[in-house]
C-alpha cells in the first residue's frame, strides 16, 4: 500500500515537473536525488531539471523528444521499458492537469513526500553506521540533516503588508452567479424540507445550461454549463425519474444524458469512494464541474482510525479530504446533510457536526422552512457576504422560485396577506384584523399586525379616515361613503 501512494504522489510530481513553469522553478531549489524513491521518477526528474535549467521553462511535450534521444545514447532497456510507459499514460492526461494544474496543492504534498523519502534514506545511512560501529558517522548524519521545507521554496518571494493590502482581488469562483460559490460547499435541513428537489433543480440546469430558480417574472441564477455527478444515495431510480420529470417536463435530454451522472450506490470515502470520486473529475472533460453527495451519511464510515484527536479529528478527516479534492481539481462538490432539531442562536450551528465540520468548507447552506409556507435559504461563504433568500415553492415541491432577500420577501407576503383580507372583508378595527390573523393562520405575527399596518397607511396603500377607526384600501371608505349618500338620495325621491 505505501508503495502504491509512493508511486502516485512521485507520478503527480513528474506531472507537475513537466507541465508547470512555477512548480519546476521552485522545485529546481531544492530538489535531491534522495527526494524521490523510484528510480524511473529520479531520470525523469533530471531530465526535466536539466530542461529547465538551459531553457528556463518546464519541458513539456519536449519530453518526448528528450526520451528518444536518450535512447540513441544507449539507456537501459528496463528502464526505457518504464519511462516509456510512463509518458504513454501522462500523454492523456498532459493537456487537463496542464489546464487544472493547482500548484499551491502540490507543493504540500511534494513537501511532505521528499521529507519523508528523505528520512528514509537518513535511516538507512544510519543503520549502516550502527552496523559497521561508526558511531561517530551516525551522529555526524544526525546533526547533519535538515530535510526540504515548504518555506525554503518561496523564501525569495518576500512581499510586504503593503504591496498586500494594495494586491488587486478578484473575488469568489462561482457555481451558480451570486447563489453559490466554488468549492466545498456543506447544506444542511431537516427532513422534508426539499434538500433534494432543490438540488435536483441545479443539477438539472448546470447540465443543460438553463437558468434556474427564477419562472414567475423574475430573472433565476445561471451557471456555466457542467458535468454533475450525481451521488443519489437515498433515493430509487423510480423516484430520481419522478422528481426530474417534475422539475422539467421537457428537457434537452442529449445534455442530460451527456452531463448528468447519476449513481445510487457508492463505496465510503475512506474506503475508496473518494478515490473513484477523484477518478472521475480526472476523467470527464469539461471545467466546471459539480459532484453532489446525498447524503453525507451514506458515505462516512463514522469510527474509522484518526490517529487520535477524537470527533474533531474524525469530522476533519472526512470534510478536509473533500475540501483538498475541491481546491486541487477546481471542482464544487455540494455535500447534503441535516440539521438539528433544535433552534440554535446561529442558523449555521443547526448543521450536523461540530466544529470539525465546518472548518474544512467553503460554504454553509442551510433550507428551512420559513412563514407563508416558503423557504428560506441561508448561506456563508469565507469569500462572499453571508445572506438570506426567500424560495417559493406554491407549484409544488418541484418548483422553486426565488423571492429576494427574506426579510424584504416577508415584508413583502405580511402587506400581501393583510391588504387580500381587507379586499375580502371590507373595511376592519384593529382587534378584528388581529383576531382573523390567528383564526386563518395567516403568515403574519398577530403582534406584528399594527406595525405592518401603520407602513401599510405611511406608503398610501391603505386608509383610516379617523384616528384608531377601521383600516380599509385607499379609496374604500370613499366610494362606500358615495355609494350610501346616492342610496339615501334615492330614497328621499
Not at 161 to 173: H, N, S, V, W
Not at 270 to 297: P, Y
Request: glycine letters at 10%.
Amino acid at each position: 500500500m505505501k508503495e502504491r501512494a509512493d508511486e502516485f504522489i512521485e507520478r503527480e510530481i513528474i506531472i507537475g515537473l513537466l507541465a508547470n513553469d512555477d512548480f519546476i522553478d521552485r522545485i529546481s531549489k531544492v530538489y535531491t536525488t534522495d527526494c524521490l524513491a523510484s528510480g524511473t521518477a529520479k531520470t525523469l526528474a533530471s531530465w526535466c531539471l536539466d530542461h529547465f535549467n538551459k531553457y528556463g521553462k518546464a519541458p513539456g511535450r519536449d519530453i518526448e523528444g528528450i526520451y528518444m534521444q536518450k535512447l540513441q545514447e544507449g539507456l537501459p532497456k528496463d528502464r526505457a521499458e518504464d519511462i516509456e510507459n510512463i509518458l504513454q499514460g501522462l500523454s492523456d492526461e498532459y493537456d487537463r492537469d496542464r489546464e487544472q494544474f493547482n500548484a499551491d496543492f502540490l507543493f504540500d504534498r511534494t513537501i511532505k513526500h521528499f521529507q519523508d523519502q528523505q528520512a528514509r534514506v537518513l535511516l538507512e545511512q544510519q543503520w549502516e553506521a550502527i552496523n559497521s560501529g561508526d558511531f561517530d558517522e551516525f551522529y555526524a548524519l544526525t546533526s547533519a540533516f535538515k530535510p526540504v521545507a515548504l518555506s525554503d521554496l518561496f523564501e525569495d518571494e518576500s512581499i510586504s503588508a503593503g504591496e498586500l493590502y494594495d494586491m488587486e482581488i478578484t473575488g469568489p469562483r462561482w457555481l451558480v452567479e451570486d447563489l453559490i460559490p466554488a468549492g466545498l460547499t456543506i447544506m444542511g435541513g431537516r427532513s422534508k424540507v426539499g434538500k433534494s428537489y432543490f438540488t435536483l433543480n441545479l443539477a438539472m440546469s448546470l447540465a443543460q445550461g438553463k437558468k434556474m430558480f427564477g419562472e414567475g417574472g423574475t430573472d433565476g441564477f445561471r451557471g456555466q454549463r457542467s458535468p454533475v455527478l450525481y451521488l443519489s444515495l437515498e433515493d430509487t431510480k423510480e423516484r430520481f425519474t419522478k422528481r426530474m420529470r417534475e422539475i422539467d417536463p421537457e428537457p434537452d435530454l442529449e445534455l442530460l444524458d451527456k452531463n448528468l451522472s447519476p449513481k445510487f450506490q457508492w463505496d465510503k470515502l475512506r474506503r475508496g469512494g473518494l478515490k473513484k470520486i477523484e477518478e472521475w473529475v480526472k476523467a470527464t472533460k469539461g471545467r466546471n464541474k459539480l459532484v453532489v453527495i446525498d447524503t453525507l451519511a451514506k458515505v462516512w464510515d463514522k469510527k474509522s482510525t484518526t490517529g487520535g484527536g477524537g470527533l474533531y479529528a474524525e469530522e476533519y478527516s472526512i470534510y478536509g479530504g473533500l475540501a483538498d479534492l475541491a481546491h486541487k481539481h477546481g471542482t464544487s462538490i455540494l455535500l447534503i446533510t441535516h440539521t438539528t432539531k433544535g433552534k440554535a442562536q446561529d442558523v449555521f450551528d443547526e448543521i450536523l457536526g461540530g466544529a470539525g465540520t465546518q472548518a474544512p468548507a467553503d460554504n454553509l447552506i442551510v433550507l428551512a422552512n420559513d412563514q407563508g409556507g416558503r423557504k428560506r435559504f441561508s448561506i456563508r461563504g469565507k469569500d462572499i457576504e453571508e445572506k438570506h433568500l426567500a424560495f417559493e415553492t406554491s407549484g409544488g415541491p418541484a418548483n422553486w422560485v426565488c423571492l429576494g432577500e427574506a426579510a424584504e420577501a416577508q415584508k413583502t407576503a405580511e402587506r400581501q396577506e393583510l391588504y387580500d383580507l381587507l379586499a375580502e372583508e371590507g373595511p376592519m378595527e384593529l382587534q378584528d384584523i388581529k383576531r382573523e390573523v390567528k383564526e386563518r393562520g395567516l403568515g403574519i405575527s398577530p403582534n406584528s399586525v399594527a406595525t405592518v399596518l401603520r407602513k401599510m397607511l405611511d406608503d398610501g396603500v391603505l386608509e383610516q379616515p379617523k384616528k384608531y377607526g377601521p383600516y380599509a384600501i385607499a379609496g374604500t371608505q370613499a366610494k362606500v361613503a358615495a355609494s350610501k349618500i346616492t342610496m339615501r338620495r334615492t330614497k328621499a325621491q
